[in-house]
């Protein structure tokens, strides 16, 4: 679970997981990222901004009531712009249900569990959630994960999920995060061929049909190098 390997950092950490050590200072972000001012926290107390750091790596930043985004949150907030929200569904065709599972249902996905989920999927529906996982992509998400199917199918276990896709279905993209790679161009490949919604062939979705990229193939490359540099701890400064 993108361990990290540098020396600095201590082992077992997940792009997605709170960190084992803290470091408080005062960080200005926008939808790239955070920068960092090495003054001390005590300075700006009152402004109740706060940075967590694994060693000099940003993981969440809070300024003004904004979460700013972890490495996964940075890939999971470009995914999510053409898959859908947290209760977005579809029968097989992208956009056929606009109302997402409580047009079906009458409840959301966090009400239910992953076994209901998984049931929905075998009778009603195809594509769940904000990363639009398919059956078979679900199933093996679960598996690998250790989410139970009584765990209920909250953001943070479909967080969890996208995170052991990232993983293990997908190593690549996690190795270009990590460093362990220098391949973005397979990075961004391997994205495409998971959510239809990134693109592959130009600005064309690899699965074609109704499918249609959401994105274009510099927003991907953009999201995955401010995930890597937030993971390794070098984030690039952004202005508000």
């Known amino acids: 679970m993108f361990d990290l390997s540098a020396t600095i950092n201590p082992p077992e950490a997940a792009i997605g997981q709170s960190p084992p050590r803290i470091n408080l200072g005062f960080c200005a972000c926008n939808q790239y ?9 005590r300075l700006y ?18 300024v003004k009531g904004v979460v700013d985004r972890t490495p996964l949150a940075v890939v999971s907030s470009l995914i999510s712009k ?38 929905l999927q075998r009778t009603t529906v195809f594509a ?19 989410v139970s199917e009584e765990d209920h199918f909250t953001p943070a276990v479909q967080d969890k999920l996208l995170q052991t896709l990232i993983d293990h279905k997908r190593p690549d993209i996690g190795a270009f995060i990590r460093g362990q790679s220098h391949d973005i161009e397979l990075a961004m490949k391997e994205m495409a061929l998971e959510w239809a919604s990134i693109p592959y062939y130009g600005s064309s979705s690899y699965y074609g049909g109704s499918n249609r ?23 690039k400064e952004a202005s508000l």
């Not at 107390?45 to 809070?62: D, R, Y």
């Not at 769940?128 to 250790?146: E, F, H």
């Open 33 to 41: 990222g955070c920068r960092l001012s090495r003054q001390p926290m």
């Open 82 to 119: 053409g898959e859908g929200s947290w209760d977005s569904v579809n029968r097989g065709s992208a956009g056929d249900t606009p109302g997402g599972i409580r047009s079906i249902t009458g409840r959301s996905l966090s009400e239910m569990t992953v076994r209901e989920v998984q049931q």
């Open 213 to 235: 990229a959401h994105v274009t193939k510099q927003e991907v490359r953009l999201a995955l190098q401010r995930a890597r540099d937030l993971y390794l701890g070098s984030p």
């Open 128 to 146: 769940v959630g904000r990363y639009q996982m398919i059956p078979s992509t679900l199933d093996y998400a679960i598996k690998m994960s250790g």
């Open 45 to 62: 107390a009152s402004l109740v901004p706060a940075l967590f750091l694994i060693g000099s790596q940003p993981v969440a930043c809070v």
